[in-house]
């Protein structure tokens, strides 16, 4: 009782490649949530609490997209943290965020990327290199990317993620001209499926 949680994540029929990774990280923040950071249930003032919730993004052709979203009462200042997963129908396969832009234009991307975060309050324009150097660390920083109602990408970075954690969260919005070119044939699809969604689901299920 001085711990509580409360934890949701979708298991959609024919998306299973996708709700497999969710829950592995569900289970995860659980695990250290519970035996690690929940002792005498209180962090200062706040008592400790854990909070995943779910949203989605697209759910549209054979596409689905959906944002985790994590609050964390025993971490520090807002404890806020947002991921993105993917599923293609399609190829019947889950997807990372990263996985919206092709292999060959990522250098680019990454590129266009750290042009719009240098000079922002709190981001270390020469850190911003060794951030996005691995391609690992790229998949986990890149972890929440969603496209617009207009077709532009929204690439969202929690706390800490690009810069001091003082700075907080930061995001940035590349518009539908900047990054269609670079897009991967899973991403133009995504892109379509949000601009102008088909109104059904077709994941080769069934029943969805």
């Known amino acids: 009782r001085s711990c509580p949680f409360a934890a949701s994540y979708p298991d959609v029929p024919g998306a299973e490649a996708m709700t497999a990774p969710m829950k592995k990280d569900v289970d995860k923040r659980l695990s250290g949530f519970r ?3 929940c002792e005498d249930g209180t962090s200062g003032a706040r008592p400790l609490e854990l909070n995943i919730s779910h949203q989605f993004l697209v759910a549209s052709g054979d596409v689905l997209g959906v944002r985790l979203s ?3 009462h025993s971490a520090a ?5 947002t991921s993105t997963y993917w599923f293609d129908g399609r190829a019947r396969a889950y997807r990372t965020a990263l996985g919206l832009v092709a292999e060959g234009s990522r250098d680019a991307f990454i590129t266009a990327l750290k042009d719009r975060l ?3 309050e709190g981001v270390d324009a020469a850190a911003l290199d060794d951030t996005f150097s691995d391609p690992a660390d790229r998949t986990a920083v890149l972890d929440d990317m969603a496209f617009t109602a207009g077709g532009g990408l929204r ?3 929690d706390r800490g993620d690009v810069g001091v954690p003082a700075a907080g969260a930061q995001t940035v919005a590349l518009s539908r001209k900047a990054i269609t070119p670079w897009l991967s044939a899973f991403g133009q699809r995504v892109q379509r499926q949000t601009v102008t969604p088909s109104r059904s689901l077709d994941l ?3 029943h969805t």
């Open 118 to 120: 240098r000079g922002r």
């Open 204 to 206: 080769g299920v069934t």
């Open 77 to 81: 200042a807002s404890g806020l943290s």
């Open 35 to 37: 035996s690690g950071q």
């Open 155 to 157: 690439v969202n970075f």
């Open 70 to 72: 994590t609050q964390d």
